[in-house]
């Protein structure tokens, strides 16, 4: 646990098998309880793990009045519901993620066909990129899932009675995906939106926005216009140069465009193929397709597609069918 401000704390909550260690949730002093962004992955040994940073505070569970949940990821959300249950805390969620619950933690078989559709058609070899090779039979435990008391648009300002929290909407990452602001402390919760080294994943799936990337890029042009001292991410370190990370981050895209295109430079070619060639993780000094985990494969081609997405709309490239499988061909 670690004291931000007066009123304002960081705890770390441990995510399984990761190698990002932790999703930093925030614990927000308020006049009637305190206020709790994101809520952890759902686990035992995270539960624990909450329960024995909110005792160093001082305070219990019960003094929890409410949840804010920045995306449903399940690093975010997945203890969401156990918590409700702890607090008797009321969820606040942006009205498109509440929309993904459904797909994400309870229809998963669908959700999982599709998936795998979604890559097949795109040139990946089944028994490579398969899901059910990844994900354990745990999956539906991964998040207890629970409805929001209150849904979110964008705009909003929450206020604990100390402090007055703007809800800033940053779709990309995920559809629903929000900040927050507050503009005293000038201070911004960023959930997944902007990291201080890696930069989020953000992919094209089904049941997933048209243009995740050209959302990103917006959201981080609406967040680079706040007046903000520091960043507190929900993994890795605060850190206090936002504009400049905004444009770290898009440069990143753009040089991720600039490899795509040349890999199109000669012959069509499907987004998996395209992932082969390009260089991955380049802020962590760069990592081959080929030298992945299988599940970065997957966010991997997911990333491509998200970027051949956003080019297809602004003209770079098209896409063709031929055998049931999708093709690229630049423009």
């Not at 804010?68 to 702890?86: E, M, S």
């Amino acid at each position: 646990m670690t004291e931000i401000i007066p009123g304002i704390y960081q705890l770390k909550i441990p995510i399984p098998n990761n190698p990002l260690e932790y999703t930093n949730i925030y614990l927000v002093k308020g006049e009637d309880g305190y206020l709790l962004i994101d809520a952890g992955w759902n686990s035992e040994e995270a539960l624990q793990s909450m329960k024995s940073q909110i005792t160093e505070i001082g305070i219990g569970f019960e003094d929890i009045s409410q949840i804010i949940i920045t995306h449903t990821h399940a690093d975010h959300y997945g203890l969401a519901g156990k918590l409700k249950q702890l607090c008797q805390a009321k969820i606040c969620l942006h009205y498109l993620e509440e929309n993904l619950i459904a797909s994400r933690y309870i229809n998963l078989d669908e959700f999982f066909r599709q998936t795998e559709q979604r890559f097949q058609s795109n040139g990946a070899p089944a028994d490579e990129l398969s899901i059910s090779r990844m994900v354990p039979t745990g999956r539906r435990e991964f998040a207890n899932p629970s409805l929001p008391d209150i849904t979110l648009h964008g705009d909003e300002t929450i206020s604990t009675g100390v402090f007055n929290l703007q809800v800033v909407w940053t779709p990309g990452h995920s559809p629903g995906h929000i900040c927050l602001y507050e503009p005293t402390q000038k201070i911004l919760f960023a959930g997944d939106h902007i990291l201080p080294v890696i930069t989020p994943n953000v992919g094209l799936r089904p049941q997933a926005e048209d243009n995740p990337l050209g959302d990103f890029l917006n959201s981080l042009n609406t967040v680079k216009q706040l007046d903000v001292n520091l960043v507190l991410p929900a993994h890795e370190q605060i850190f206090t140069n936002l504009q400049a990370r905004v444009d770290e981050i898009t440069l990143h895209h753009q040089q991720r465009n600039s490899e795509i295109l040349e890999a199109l430079k000669t012959e069509p070619k499907t987004a998996y193929q395209i992932s082969i060639e390009i260089t991955w993780m380049p802020e962590l000094g760069g990592a081959r397709f080929q030298d992945l985990a299988p599940w970065d494969k997957r966010m991997a081609v997911a990333e491509t597609l998200a970027h051949l997405k956003a080019m297809t709309i602004e003209g770079k490239v098209d896409e063709f069918s031929r055998n049931s499988i999708i093709y690229y061909r630049h423009t």
